[in-house]
């Protein structure tokens, strides 16, 4: 096979790897009733003018298995947090005690457990369409190579079962994640 046919199913791998771990950090969004400092990660707060998150400007820890703590090292950040984590519509009410803001992890009920199974697989289905769309593109340009004559049919067609092989690897995965994390919210 040529350089070229390496260098796309390379590429193949590379942004499939991507697609991944970007599932896999958004399943870490998905709360299964533990309290989790990824929880927070996505949300940003307006720190003098500047979206900043909130891992940047106070300590976040867990103080107990249903209970998350965000101590700003300003106490003037406390109401800018708290304003951030109600827009941010995670489905918890920040308690403001005046030194540090508590998340409490309601107990998950058979409804909300359906609603984050529903998004753990939405999340799965996402990267799967991401998965194809990067095959889609390989396929192209393997095409375009053999149109520019710089390979062959028979290396095209390997090219293409190669690159068919590696979606339907990573699909798998994207399927096995999403299981794992239903089985994970189901059994809390």
């Known amino acids: 096979m040529s350089d070229e046919l390496n260098i796309i199913t390379e590429l193949v ?3 499939m790897d991507k697609a991944i771990n970007h599932l896999e950090a958004e399943l870490v ?9 990824n929880l927070v ?7 003098y003018g500047t979206p900043t998150p909130i891992s940047q400007i106070g300590n976040i820890s867990v103080s107990d298995a249903r209970t998350l703590t965000i101590q700003p090292w300003e106490k003037n950040m406390l109401q800018p947090i708290e304003r951030a984590i109600i827009a941010a519509n995670i489905g918890i009410n920040p308690q403001n005690d005046g030194n540090m803001i508590r998340l409490f992890m309601p107990p998950l009920t058979e409804e909300r457990r359906r609603e984050l199974v529903k998004r753990s697989q939405g999340e799965g289905e996402h990267s799967k369409v991401a998965i194809r769309n990067i095959r889609r ?18 290396d095209l067609k390997s090219t293409k079962e190669e690159i068919q092989e590696l979606t339907k690897k990573f699909e798998d995965r994207c399927t096995e994640a999403a299981k794992a994390k239903e089985a994970e919210v189901m059994n809390e």
């Open 41 to 47: 990660d996505g949300i940003v707060v307006d720190y």
């Open 13 to 15: 791998q590379e942004n």
């Open 29 to 37: 969004k998905v709360r299964a009733g533990k309290a989790n400092p």
């Open 137 to 154: 593109d390989a396929n192209k340009d393997a095409e375009t190579e053999e149109k520019d004559k710089s390979i062959s049919e028979d």
